[in-house]
């Protein structure tokens, strides 16, 4: 499956932003997406993920800040962000696996879209 991913830009710190990523296709109602980012000079981590049948994951650090969505109609998911903080800056990265599982590690991922970079300036 082949991922777009859209939405990022600069923002200050505080303030909100909408990440998407439309998919090619969907197969199975089991299939997982996810949103990871990668900061400069760091590893890539997971923020969070949701399966199309219902079912999310977050990480610790984007709890009560930020919400993963869906809509099945359009093939698409969505990351809003809110009370954006400097340390949020990277580029983020939708990703798509096969299975129900609510993976958080990258390399259970199949399918990785281009990134979309978000900048909070402080």
């Known amino acids: 499956v082949q991922l777009q991913a859209s939405g990022g830009g600069l923002v200050q710190a505080g303030g909100s932003l909408r990440l998407s990523c439309k998919a090619s296709?969907?197969?199975?109602?089991?299939?997982?997406m996810a949103w990871f980012r990668q900061a400069p000079g760091k590893e890539r981590e997971f923020v969070a993920a949701?399966?199309?049948?219902?079912?999310?994951n977050y990480a610790d650090f984007v709890k009560g800040r930020f919400t993963i969505s869906r809509d099945n109609r359009e093939n698409a998911i969505f990351l809003q962000m809110n009370s954006l903080k400097p340390e949020d800056t990277a580029v983020y990265y939708c990703?798509?696996?096969?299975?129900?599982?609510?993976?958080?590690?990258?390399?259970?991922?199949?399918?990785w879209g281009q990134g979309t970079q978000v900048t909070v300036s402080s």
């Open positions: 296709s969907r197969t199975f109602d089991s299939d997982v």
């Open positions: 990703a798509a696996r096969r299975g129900s599982r609510l993976a958080v590690v990258d390399h259970e991922y199949d399918s």
């Open positions: 949701i399966i199309w049948s219902g079912g999310v």
